[in-house]
């Protein structure tokens, strides 16, 4: 079973804060994984992509990689009420065509 | 500016119809996905096409057929419309390489 799993959530944190999200994945042969945001009523839009284990940072946020635990988060530093969304991660799984994408993590950042 | 268009933002029909969802896209992409989206069930992919007059089925592709007889439009036909079929419908393109996905604006669809 091919599958991508985060935490439904809701996370809530405080403005200022540094709001984590985390992703899970099935598959040992992903190379590359995505986070798209989605604001409420609006369609996805990809604001990070990591295909390295490690960090890789983005002005306030930060994509975390480790292949061996088939772990990838996303870490966003001070965060703003304008980060209040829904995080999608996504990856393509080995021979497939398409992306696969969790369920979806919804953020509220509390003024 | 890149853009993924869908011809409809809402959409109410009737059980038994035929509904047609429109997309088309501008930036030459060789690659294009019909999603649905409902709560709690993530996007969960019907169709996609990586050329002209391919298509591969999703994970859901029951109840609905696509066409792609040009490169930039991708529509999604369902040919008799069911309640449980009600739901948020987003169209995407992507390069070959799949690397970046665009979504258009989202079409929601009520079968009544």
């Known amino acids: 079973q091919k599958e991508v799993e985060q935490n439904s959530g809701p996370l809530s944190v405080p403005e200022g804060a540094i709001a984590s999200l985390n992703c899970t994945y099935s598959?040992?042969?992903?190379?590359?994984f995505f986070w798209y945001r989605q604001y409420s009523g609006k369609s996805p839009e990809l604001i990070m992509s990591?295909?390295?284990?490690g960090d890789k940072e983005d002005g306030r946020f930060t994509a975390q990689l480790n292949k061996a635990s088939q772990y990838v988060s996303l870490l966003i530093r001070d965060s703003q009420p304008s980060d209040s969304a829904t995080y999608l991660c996504a990856a393509p799984f080995a021979g497939a065509n398409n992306l696969f994408f969790g369920t979806g993590t919804r953020l509220t950042v509390i003024p | 500016d890149v853009k993924v268009t869908q011809s409809s933002r809402y959409l109410v029909k009737r059980t038994g119809e035929k509904v047609f969802l429109e997309c088309v896209q501008d930036m030459d992409h060789e690659n294009m996905f019909w999603y649905r989206q409902d709560p709690g069930l993530g996007l969960r992919l019907i169709y996609f096409s990586y050329d002209v007059k391919m298509k591969e089925k999703g994970d859901i592709p029951e109840g609905y057929s696509v066409s792609r007889e040009k490169k930039e439009r991708f529509s999604l036909i369902l040919e008799s419309a069911s309640t449980n079929q009600t739901s948020m419908y987003l169209c995407?393109?992507?390069?070959?390489?799949?690397?970046?996905?665009?979504f258009g604006s989202g079409t929601q669809l009520s079968v009544l």
């Open positions: 995407a393109s992507s390069t070959a390489s799949n690397e970046k996905l665009f």
């Open positions: 598959d040992r042969g992903s190379q590359s």
């Open positions: 990591i295909y390295s284990n």
